[in-house]
């Protein structure tokens, strides 16, 4: 056997620690020459830089331009009971996962109808539109759903029968880990809203709800004591309580003479002041309330007897917004993520109207999105750019406005619908609400009357920001402040 040896030869770097020779002919002086004759220049040439727009408006694009609206996914829980719609959509947090609950839009009287829960988890290869792989039933109409905002698994909702439910749906057995129970404090009649706000403590969540009953409640589901036994705190709202100013301007006063619970259908918070809310009720009034004078609710009929006056349910109504409220129903309230205090209502007159927390004695601005003046069901602020918000109406449309572009137009409406989902009468289907996705900002989900779920892939512009988004509501802030 004979060895054969071959040379080669390869190119390497050399890995030993080299001196750095130019600190040894290191010269001061002409480096201090040098200096002296580039830093003028330098200095010159950069503060053009800053002062320079020449780069205003540019911002980077790394994925393909999208100039075309498309749907990637159409969802309809086919096992739910007969003649459901969509009342509410909600987005968990990651943004791979959409929660809808079901229920009916409308009640003659008292609630016989099974309300469903359903969520698919669209980040899955395959999924399946037409059964989701998470659905429990209520035993009522289902009217609000709302995902937990650190935990992605646990969802909270609220029912026609005034329960306010929580889910974790991780227990594929038992999913429903916590239901309110009936007491003098809990909710008398259905709930319309729930959401969670940061409790008391880092990493707590309360969960407030609100309903046709006129009361706004805080629960603290994640203390082992109390749960949804009995709610914090909370406050009711009453016809009684209304400010006067704000009945100045309305038609029927006499209508709210009596001492009645005035009925909340949309409730939003503010992330900087967790005690505030405005509130949307059935009358069309849009009232700011807070709830830190509230005092912490004792179990039912243990009070202590050494207190003189029981603890209640206080009035949190501070303020009311002017001139003229909403004709209708308030439908939904939208907080805006990127500037303090703005807020969004839309009410079924079919009117958009833009407020402003601090000034309740006007409206920043309204838009009026249907030709048709079909009520509006559904509006929110976009999570990825300040000046665009999206609203949901029942002629079938979803309509997006981008600030930066029209002031006063849409700069988009969306049919919610398909040829194949439009009612019997050959009309649109209405639109019952619309959600964006907090991670994805491509992703936008809506929902309809006949129960379907549609997640469409929207234009490039209206998620992409130019840096002048911020500029531009803060001077539509500053022209109201000038009247």
Avoid at 94 to 121: D, E, L, N, P
Avoid at 155 to 171: H, P, R, S
Avoid at 213 to 242: A, Y
Wanted: glycine share 6%; with cysteine; proline share 6%.
């Amino acid at each position: 056997m004979s060895i054969r040896h071959v040379e080669k030869e390869i190119q390497t770097d050399d890995q030993r620690d080299k001196e750095l020779r130019l600190l040894k002919t290191y010269n001061h002086e002409s480096l201090a020459t040098f200096l002296g004759k580039a830093e003028p220049l330098m200095s010159t040439e950069l503060l053009k830089n800053i002062k320079s727009t020449a780069f205003d408006g540019y911002s980077v694009r790394w994925d393909e331009e999208v100039n075309t609206v498309s749907c990637v996914h159409t969802l309809s829980h086919t096992q739910r009971e007969e003649g459901l719609s969509c009342t509410q959509i909600a987005w968990n947090k990651t943004g791979s996962m959409i929660g809808v609950a079901y229920g009916r839009t409308a009640h003659q009287g008292w609630c016989t109808h099974k309300g469903h829960f359903c969520a698919w988890s669209l980040g899955l290869r395959n999924v399946n539109p037409d059964i989701a792989p998470f659905a429990v039933e209520t035993t009522t109409c289902l009217n609000t759903i709302a995902f937990h905002p650190e935990t992605p698994n646990i969802v909270a909702g609220g029912t026609f029968q005034g329960e306010v439910l929580i889910w974790n749906m991780n227990e594929k057995d038992e999913p429903l880990v916590m239901s309110s129970k009936m007491n003098e404090f809990s909710h008398q009649d259905p709930v319309m809203k729930v959401l969670w706000i940061p409790g008391s403590r880092i990493g707590q969540y309360d969960l407030v709800s609100a309903g046709i009953d006129g009361r706004i409640l805080v629960w603290s589901p994640m203390h082992h004591d109390v749960k949804l036994n009995r709610p914090k705190c909370g406050g009711q709202l009453t016809t009684s309580n209304i400010p006067a100013a704000v009945l100045a301007s309305f038609d029927s006063r006499k209508a709210f003479a009596l001492d009645t619970p005035l009925g909340v259908c949309s409730i939003t918070g503010f992330k900087d002041d967790l005690t505030t809310f405005i509130v949307g009720t059935e009358p069309g009034f849009v009232l700011k309330c807070n709830l830190a004078t509230a005092p912490l609710l004792q179990g039912v009929n243990q009070v202590k007897k050494s207190e003189k006056e029981p603890r209640t349910l206080i009035n949190p109504i501070q303020a009311g917004f002017t001139p003229n409220p909403h004709v209708g129903s308030v439908r939904s309230l939208s907080t805006s993520p990127f500037t303090r205090d703005l807020v969004l209502s839309c009410g079924s007159d079919g009117i958009i109207r833009l407020m402003h927390k601090l000034k309740v004695d006007g409206m920043l601005a309204t838009w009026q999105p249907s030709t048709l003046c079909a009520p509006v069901v559904s509006v929110a602020w976009s999570p990825h750019k300040a000046t665009v918000f999206a609203a949901a109406a029942t002629d079938g449309n979803v309509y997006f406005y981008n600030l930066s572009q029209n002031k006063h137009l849409p700069v988009l409406a969306l049919p919610s619908t398909t040829a194949s989902t439009v009612q019997r009468n050959g009309s649109a289907t209405p639109a019952t609400a619309m959600a964006f996705n907090p991670e994805l900002p491509q992703l936008v989900a809506v929902s309809d009357d006949l129960g379907y779920v549609r997640v469409f892939r929207i234009v490039t512009s209206l998620y992409e920001c130019d840096g002048r988004e911020q500029g531009i509501l803060n001077r539509i802030v500053d022209s109201r402040k000038k009247d």
